[in-house]
């Protein structure tokens, strides 16, 4: 039995599909007003470990302010909850050296009254989640993960509060992508049963006995997903409420779907939402939607616990974060969108480097996983970390020219609509039309300037989770490997050393429309 199935038996039925009711104490002052119970509900999603009010930028509001948003609000208004809908605990240098175990803390101390687990969540392993989820002092919700060999949910499928008579239920769902947009190593113990059947279950469970139902989503608004949220809200009546994540969708008066109301605040702790519910006799009279964010909190103190939280890590981690890797003789952004939708310098950077350390003859990184740009100057282990927080290894892979081609028109397959399976690549160049339909997007493919050969032998550098079928690479599982290498920031340190200038301009993938305006 695995690690994974040992522990899941010795937390016994805390982890099964088993209802519960909290009443939360009256630690504030009650919402009841004359045209009902006033309900407030803060909500994040998708931080990815931002921390502190420096990260992004300076764009992130931090876990000072946003502590001190929620447990104000909590002090004020005893009918008050605190969700948060995942990726969370993976993201930044700080957390991930961690292994999550600082978010958890950052989380504890803010206040949370429940999360659902997103893709990235799963990065360090299920094994590692699990003892994330026990190391909080709120529940996380899944009501579609299971164990593959027994069917037991993971994660209790839900949570019932009473808040000044009212009853309201929320119950978790995470997007199937979790299934490859993790490496898929790290869930093959569990399986992800289809969202929109596991929502009409819990809803029809709660609906009968809670006066407001709350859909806890990873699920998203991408239109290249199967499942969205939107799609739950249209097939499953009887959810209230969405509060959702995955998409990084920012809706600042919520997205109305039928009866449902769907929210999401953006993603990197740039917005915290804020939704207000009424519910008169039993029975849910408005609800509003807005997201507060970092402009409009700057008169709001920091909360001193999570300050001084922050100050100890930051202590810990400092000899081993400032650490000189390299230099760069010049900066190089990490646009998400063009990242996962286009060719970009910084993504010809790293295939570069990885072609280079490993003798192959064509290399690919996926645009979603570099995270982080790099600066000019000095490189350190911070910023590779930041650049690099999966845990990624590279690898060297044997296909034949027709499977490389299968390769290139995945990751081709949605653009110019985000998708973080879109390859950064070197040692290759071809043409793109997004005229034509998926899977005969590309042509005029060359391996070293030399026109490809469908029935040759390539080696192509990638990294594990691409390899292993993350971002739905099937093809790639059984592919041979030749070779196994450091991790992408060490490589990419090393070839920033051993080479004070590069050229990294774009020009690898020519894209027939670009070329059409351009004429």
Known sequence: MSSFLSKLRGAGAAVLFAASIFAIPATGLASVESDGVHIHIYHTNDMHARIKDTDDGGKSIGMGVLTAVLRDAKDKDADTLALDAGDTFHGTAEVNVTHGMAMARFLNIAGYDAMVPGNHDFNYGADRLTELASALNFPVLSANITVKSTGEHVFPAYKEFTLDGVKVAVFGLTTPEAAYKTAPANVKDIAFETPVEAAKRAVALLRSRNDVVIGLMHMGLDES???????????????????????????????????????????????????????????????????????????????????LALSELEKENAATFQQVKAKSPKAFPAEREKLRSEETEIGNLVADALREATGADVALQNGGGIREGLPKGSITEEDLLSMFPFGNTVVKLSLTGAELKAVLEHSVEYTPESFGGFQQVSGVTFTLDRSKKAGERVSDIKIGGTPIDLSKTYTVATNDFTKSGGDAFDMLKNAKVVGEYASPEEILAQYLSAHKTFDVTVGRIHVVEEAKKAA
Do not use: N
């Open 225 to 307: 997903s199967e499942f969205t949220s939107k799609r739950i809200a249209e097939e499953v009546p009887g959810i209230d409420l969405i509060i959702d994540g995955h998409s990084h969708t920012r809706l600042p008066e919520g997205l109305q779907v039928g009866g449902t109301l769907i929210c999401q605040t953006g993603w990197h702790d740039y917005s915290i939402g804020e939704i207000e519910l009424v519910v008169k006799d039993h029975a849910l009279a408005s609800k509003k939607a807005s997201l507060l964010d970092k402009e409009g909190l700057t008169a709001v103190k920091p909360d001193e616990a999570a300050t």
